[in-house]
């Protein structure tokens, strides 16, 4: 088996669908893409960027060695667990934001008064 037909096998099971599953999406025959999957079959730049698409990841995941894939997958966890804390540091700014727009209401309602 060929890196990039194992590199389309792990996709797929991750994405827990069978040959069939992607033949369908794909437009393919079982087999045909079974042969991609076991390197039988050399894969054409289209048919590459059609599972590209199908997985949602881009054209030259397929072409990165194994270090590079795993750089690459820490880096995206360091960068989703930012974005985690970014996203707690809007809802409480957000939260400020609200309460000091109620307090402001309050004082201008009290300032009305007089």
């Known amino acids: ?3 990039i037909g194992k590199k389309i096998r792990k996709l797929r099971f991750e994405a827990k669908k069978t040959q069939k599953d992607i033949a369908e999406e794909l437009g393919i025959s079982i087999p045909a ?4 999957e076991t390197g039988i079959t ?6 590459m960027i059609q599972l590209a698409a199908l997985f949602n990841i881009h054209p030259s995941w397929f072409f990165l060695s194994e270090s590079e894939e795993d750089m690459r997958s820490s880096n995206l966890k360091k960068l989703e667990e930012e974005l985690l804390c970014l996203q707690k540091t809007i809802g409480e700014l957000q939260e400020k ?7 402001n209401n309050d004082l201008m309602k009290t300032f009305l008064k007089y």
């Open 1 to 3: 088996m060929g890196l």
């Open 97 to 103: 934001l609200i309460r000091s727009m109620e307090e």
């Open 42 to 47: 050399d894969i054409n730049s289209s048919r």
């Open 33 to 36: 893409y079974s042969k991609m």
